[in-house]
Every structure is written in structure tokens, then in C-alpha cells.
């Protein structure tokens, strides 16, 4: 192939060529910062919008949850008050039925002047009194609470007559409930 046209038009039709190609990559760079500037602006959008109604869902959420927290002081005084009660209901006596079995252990002709039940007494030391008929019969009473097993320790402190003609004698027993006897019952 011959080349017919000046050194000089040459030159001027590469830098033609040459200035178009770089145009065509100006503007194509052009589009695509402009493509990628809209897509920016589109998840920032997004974004934004996503952001307010996980706001306002948490916000929503925390209005709940204020709203449950009287909801909530409930239950938990409830169950602090459902612990109490089964305390306390682990810790009761069944007086009656103490009581009736230290009535069944005693002679028909003595009868308790005083009597200590309480949680306090079980495992200690605390003093019965009982008024009987005869020397005799605090003897027996004696025996009768010993071999009972609700008594774990049973002692004379003394036996004093008095001027009652019924029940003249009234003995002062020291005596130990059994921490047992809460178990059989």
C-alpha cells in the first residue's frame, strides 16, 4: 500500500483518531461515575429508609416493653412471694398432730399445765409442765415421754405439791423435741 497523504495530515489524522478514542473513554468513564455515584445514592437512600423504620421499630419495641414492665414487677413479686410461701410451708409445724400425740403418750389422770410448740424448740432444750395426781404418775409421765420418740431427751427439774385437790403435783420436765418428729409427721 502506498501512502498518499503528507507526513503532516498523518499525524493530524492519528491525533484525531487518538483524541476520539480518549473522548469516547472520557465520557464512558463519565457514565460510569455517574452510574456508580446513582448507585451509591440509591443504597444510601436504602439505607436511610431502613435505618428510620429500625428506629421506629425499636423505638415500638421499647414502648412494649415499658408497657410489660409492670407486667414483668408482677410476675417477679409473685414468684418472690411463691417462694416465701413454700418456706414457710416447708417450715410448718403440724401442731395438732403433735399435740395429739403427746396427749395420746400421757396417763388419764395427769394433764399439761403448759406446753411449748414452736420451730424455735425443736433440737432445744425447753421446759413442759404437767400436773399429775400422784409422785408416781410424774414418774410415769416421765417414762411415758421418754419412749414416745418425740422427745430426744427428757429430765426431771422438779416435782412440787401444791394445794390443788384434782391434779395436787405439778412436775417441770427439761425436754428436747426430736428434729425427727417433723420428719414422721
Known amino acids: 500500500m502506498i501512502n498518499l497523504l503528507a507526513p503532516d495530515d498523518r499525524r493530524q489524522l492519528v491525533a484525531a483518531r487518538t483524541n476520539s478514542l ?38 415500638e419495641n421499647e ?9 414483668k414487677a ?3 413479686r409473685f414468684s418472690t412471694n411463691l417462694t416465701t410461701a413454700k418456706y414457710i410451708l416447708d417450715q410448718q409445724v403440724p401442731y395438732t398432730t403433735v399435740i395429739l400425740k403427746l396427749a395420746s403418750v400421757l396417763p388419764s389422770d395427769a394433764v399439761f399445765e403448759k406446753l411449748t410448740i414452736d420451730p424455735n424448740t425443736f433440737g432445744t432444750s425447753t421446759t413442759l409442765l404437767v400436773r399429775t395426781t400422784s409422785y408416781a404418775r410424774s414418774v410415769d409421765v416421765k417414762t411415758n415421754l421418754q419412749n414416745s420418740g418425740i422427745f430426744s431427751d427428757v429430765n426431771f427439774q422438779s416435782v412440787v405439791q401444791g394445794t390443788d385437790t384434782t391434779y395436787p403435783y405439778t412436775a417441770t420436765y427439761n425436754v428436747t423435741y426430736s428434729k425427727d418428729l417433723l420428719k414422721k409427721l
Open 63 to 71: 414502648q412494649k416493653t415499658q408497657q410489660y414492665a409492670s407486667v
Open 22 to 59: 480518549l473522548l469516547r473513554y472520557a465520557l464512558l468513564l463519565g457514565v460510569f461515575i455517574l452510574l456508580l455515584v446513582a448507585e451509591m445514592g440509591g443504597a444510601y437512600v436504602v439505607l436511610s429508609t431502613e435505618k428510620a423504620r429500625n428506629e421506629a421499630i425499636i423505638l
Open 74 to 76: 408482677d410476675a417477679t
